[in-house]
């Protein structure tokens, strides 16, 4: 895995919308779980899955600054 991988701009796959567990409602920080294809040296991809928010202004996701905000 690349070290400080940046994903802005890259495009990924909406797995999942976190707003449940175990049947209780949620209020997470970073509900959309999504899929990205890393491409490798040796040609092949790896799979990176990256809990992200919505940028409502942009309408895409995006990842948080740092773990303790969601800007």
């Not at 940046?6 to 920080?29: F, H, P, R, T, W």
């Not at 600054?65 to 969601?70: E, M, T, V």
């Amino acid at each position: 895995m690349q070290e400080g991988l940046d994903l802005n701009g890259m495009e990924g796959e909406l797995m999942e919308v976190i707003e449940k567990y175990q049947g209780k409602q949620l209020s997470a920080n970073l509900p959309y779980k999504t899929l990205f294809m890393i491409p490798k040296d040796d040609g092949k991809d790896q799979k990176l899955i990256a809990h992200l928010v919505r940028d409502n202004a942009k309408h895409s996701l995006s990842a948080p600054c740092c773990i303790y905000c969601s800007r």
